[in-house]
């Protein structure tokens, strides 16, 4: 959001970016690094570089963003742990269907992902400054200079 909420052509580097989250830099380094890989910010190399959206914030999905970090794949892993039932008999462990709490839970995880598809960054960034202060806004714009 930091980055959607900067002037175009004025990148932030890792450093800035974690100190600003309180995060550490090798964490958000590696985050940006996944970011950049999937298309969604760019690097600018120099002294004044850093990272840029690669797009604009009406480009970029919520779900573009958990994926590049996250990855694609569902967030349930089903381990089969019914085929553990001691009581079943011998026929009945051939299961042919997916288990209902397996089904279940893909069904909750591609609703998820829906609903993160469907917001954008711009879908927030419009309101970020709702109940804010002049003073924070200032120091933001203070800050960024800054940095």
């Excluded at 994926?67 to 009581?87: D, L, Q, V």
């Excluded at 598809?117 to 924070?136: A, H, P, Q």
């Amino acid at each position: 959001m930091i980055l959607a909420s900067v002037p175009k052509g004025k990148p932030l580097n890792s450093k800035a970016l974690a100190e600003f989250h309180g995060v550490p830099k090798e964490y958000l380094s590696k985050c940006l690094q996944m970011l950049s890989q999937a298309g969604l910010v760019t690097t600018t190399t120099g002294p004044h570089g850093g990272y840029s959206l690669a797009k604009t914030p009406d480009k970029i999905s919520f779900l573009d963003v958990v994926e590049a970090i996250e990855g694609k794949s569902s967030t349930f892993k089903c381990n089969e742990i019914r085929r553990n039932n001691p009581c079943l008999a011998k026929s009945d462990r051939k299961f042919s269907k997916l288990c209902d709490i397996a089904a279940v839970m893909h069904e909750a995880d591609e609703a998820w992902r829906n609903s993160l598809r469907e917001k954008k960054l711009s879908d927030i960034t419009d309101s970020l400054l709702d109940g804010v202060s002049k003073e924070t806004v200032g120091n933001f714009i203070n800050w960024v200079d800054d940095h």
